[in-house]
């Protein structure tokens, strides 16, 4: 089974920008990979230094940017970041961060997002915390990155432009659609740089998934607060991967269609992406014959499918609701046998054994009636040589090539 590796945001106590970066060093980011991102940037003199400290009984690092540098607005960050000489794949995730952030702040003070000063973030942090998560992320190459609901609470701040309610407007303009629970702490939980970071960087917002956990590191917030101890926290793990996959099954019941357009709509839906299609004859209300179209769809399909079973047929509704299929590990090879080249598909159990091997009807029936001789010979030969050459190893011949 593929395993891929994936990192939790566990927010108990919030999110800032120094916090994701004090988590990643002590997880194991080498100060050295921040070090050369910053000369990569083009700021001289920045340090990144991380701490040791004790935050409600718990250890973990807290960051001190040292060092001096202002921009005027967002404009002079975005051209640092794009003069710079970054890789490609750190630019374009430092862009985003800073971008959706400039972007709420715009909205909220009424003005050009090229114009957007970050009031409430002193100096080069703003930069310094961008351009640091996705170096961290890309030294520790996670292909999933999940994050714990955030917990928001009430109060007010002072910031660049006066007095603002917490939390922050520009952190509740970014985390629309993000599951967020009451703070257990008082005072800032969230600020906009961290909620821009995170929003930026996870895919989906819940509970801890299931992984192998490979490592831990802690940030530590600047503030030590009573109760619940002012830390971020990121668990780093192997997830194996299901077989067991999330589908979609669309239905339609039709009694009033002319039969003959039936199967054009079945192979229409298979042609633009169905996983299956089927007719299953039913008896209506009335006594009248009819058709159930099923449809087997990825999440991804669902809407299209459904729009076109509305156009294509007479139902004037499409059921859809999700299910769960198991499916074994398979195989798209061919195999060399007397008569030529056959396709075959091979089902696999965990170990590598062979559950089921079938050969596809296709490519047996182009075979059989070029060289003249029955469907059910061609594949009985198939069927034989592909077990041989599992018997054997599986990749020497007569298998000649290896599909999705």
């Given at each position: ?31 050295e ?6 000369r ?165 917002f ?13 940030g ?76 087997l769809?990825?999440?991804a ?31 798209e ?10 396709k ?5 159990d ?48 007569p ?6």
């Open positions: 089974m593929k395993q891929k590796r994936i990192a939790y945001l566990d927010c108990f106590a919030g999110v800032s920008g120094d916090m994701v970066l004090g988590a990643f060093l002590d997880l194991g980011l080498p100060p990979v921040l070090d050369e991102g910053w990569m940037l083009g700021l001289k003199g920045v340090q990144v230094k991380g701490q040791r400290v004790n935050r409600g009984g718990i250890m973990g690092t807290q960051v001190e940017v040292k060092g001096k540098g202002t921009f005027k607005n967002y404009r002079e960050m975005k051209k640092a970041i794009d003069d710079s000489a970054l890789p490609s794949g750190i630019k374009e995730l430092s862009l985003k961060i800073l971008h959706q952030l400039a972007q709420v702040e715009a909205g909220i003070h009424g003005m050009e997002i090229e114009e957007v000063h970050f009031h409430e973030i002193g100096g080069i942090d703003t930069i310094v915390d961008t351009v640091g998560a996705a170096l961290g992320v890309s030294h520790f190459g996670w292909e999933t990155i999940l994050c714990s609901p955030l917990p928001l609470n009430r109060g007010f701040v002072e910031g660049g432009h006066g007095r603002l309610p917490l939390p922050a407007p520009a952190t509740v303009a970014l985390l629309k659609g993000v599951y967020i629970v009451p703070a257990a702490v008082e005072g800032e939980t969230v600020t906009p740089t961290g909620a821009s970071i995170v929003t930026a960087l996870a895919s989906g819940g509970p801890l998934p299931e992984m192998e956990i490979t490592g831990v590191g802690y530590a917030g600047t503030r030590d607060t009573e109760g619940t101890p002012n830390l971020l926290r990121i668990i780093q793990g192997i997830q194996v991967e299901k077989q067991q996959e999330g589908i979609w099954v669309l239905e339609a019941d039709v009694d009033d269609m002319n039969p003959e357009l039936l199967p054009y709509l079945n192979q229409l839906l298979l042609k633009e992406g169905a996983i299956d299609a089927v007719l299953i004859p039913i008896q209506m209300k009335k006594g009248r014959p009819g058709f159930t179209i099923r449809v769809a990825t999440a399909q669902r809407e299209g499918l459904a729009q076109l079973i509305l156009r294509e047929s007479t139902t004037l509704g499409v059921r859809m609701y999700p299910a769960e299929r198991m499916t074994l590990p398979r195989e090879r061919e195999v060399e046998t007397q008569y030529g080249k056959i075959i598909k091979v089902a696999l965990q170990e590598g054994k062979i559950i089921n091997l079938m050969p596809e009807y296709e490519s047996c029936r182009q075979v059989a009636e070029k060289k003249k001789v029955p469907l059910k010979e061609v594949y009985q030969e198939a069927i034989a040589k592909g077990r041989e050459a599992f018997k054997h190893g599986g990749g020497n011949r298998f000649i090539k290896k599909g999705v």
